[in-house]
């Protein structure tokens, strides 16, 4: 099937508009009439693939929607081109066409477009991450272990890691791959991970050590959250914002990180202009410099919540201005700067 979508941006962006809309003029009994409709479906979040279509992972099964119509893939046992099971994680765009998906004890498995079918890899394998390199690798977080895989030869990479978890992968502008994990088994056990471009090899950072002051920190249980800047800064979002010490392979918390601390860090972004965004518990914060304390966009809390409609829902996306939502932060930001 080769039809494509009736609308080529995902649902945030159009709910973007509206509200760029609404924000630049006074509401009106229209406004107050606006109807949200259903597609029936009891999934996650949607993220859209390069060819337009969103993917939900639903409670029963992968749904794809095109703006009018949607389709659910379910597993079939006898057809090994079917989706392995129908309990999913959330969905990745593939660069290619198509999407990645991960599932509990089943592996991974990338929806062909021009097929319309799925090839499975690394069956058997607990899923917890996936990310798609530069290069059309995909690196995948499980239980297991961390892997990378060819999609093309179907070679696949073993890196044995201190910790059970994966929380994230993320690429900087020399195409090292980082990642990073939950708190390792043991103490000594690295928490984060670089993998050096075209290399085999595994380098270990931030060793744990529960006496350590930031790493020792009650609720501290890993690295959920990296960002690589281009001058090859490695920030971590934990319980507070951290940048990596390459030559202690320590975490540091900088002067101008101080009014962070604390605070959980849900996600890394970038403003219109390209400004560090950090969206915490305690509200969003944007870095003109990483020397200077940030600036305060929004603040969490009852500021949020008495705030219009319209300003909760853009401290809404932008806490969630990553894979799916991303193309649409800086819009959601460029109103937060009016």
């Known amino acids: 099937m080769n039809d494509r979508p009736q609308f080529r941006r995902i649902l945030a962006v159009v709910v973007l508009l509206g509200v760029s809309a609404s924000a630049h003029r006074p509401a009106t009994a ?30 029963d099964g992968l749904v794809r929607y095109d703006g009018s119509r949607k389709v659910v893939y379910r597993n079939d046992p006898s057809d090994s081109t079917s989706i392995p099971h129908n309990t999913t994680g959330r969905p990745i765009p593939s660069a290619s066409g198509g999407v990645w998906v991960g599932f509990p004890g089943e592996g991974v498995a990338r929806f062909d ?18 990310f798609e390199a530069a290069d059309g690798a995909l690196w995948v977080g499980s239980r297991e272990g961390t892997f990378r895989l060819d999609p093309n030869s179907g070679v696949v990479k073993s890196f044995p890691i201190d910790a059970p978890d994966v929380y994230q992968f993320v690429e900087g502008s020399d195409s090292d791959v980082w990642f990073g994990t939950s708190r390792p088994r043991e103490a000594g056990g690295a928490m ?6 075209g290399s085999d090899s595994l380098d270990r950072f931030v060793r744990y050590d529960p006496a350590d002051p930031i790493l020792g920190m009650p609720g501290f249980f890993g690295l959920p959250r990296l960002e690589v800047l ?18 202690t392979r320590s975490l540091v918390r ?15 972004s970038r403003d219109h202009s390209g400004k560090l965004v950090v969206s915490t518990d305690r509200g969003i914060f944007r870095f003109d410099t990483l020397g200077e304390p940030p600036t305060v966009l929004l603040m969490a809390g009852g500021a949020v919540h008495r705030a219009g409609p319209e300003r909760r829902l853009l401290a809404r996306l932008v806490e969630r ?18």
Request: glycine share 12%.
């Open 30 to 59: 229209q406004d107050r009439q606006v109807r949200f409709r259903s597609i029936g479906v009891d999934g996650g979040v949607p993220m859209q693939d390069v060819d337009g279509f969103i993917w939900i992972a639903a409670a």
């Open 113 to 130: 477009p021009a097929t319309e079918t799925f090839r499975r890899f690394l069956g058997g394998v607990n899923v917890s991450g996936l």
């Open 230 to 247: 281009d001058d090859g800064t490695v920030l971590v979002g934990a319980i507070g914002l951290y940048a990596l010490d390459m030559a």
């Open 254 to 268: 900088p002067a101008a990180f101080e009014p962070l601390a604390g605070a959980w860090v849900f996600q890394f």
């Open 321 to 338: 201005a990553c894979d799916p939502l991303r193309s649409g932060s800086g819009q959601v930001l460029r109103l937060l700067d009016s």
């Open 192 to 197: 984060l991970y670089r993998v050096p471009a």
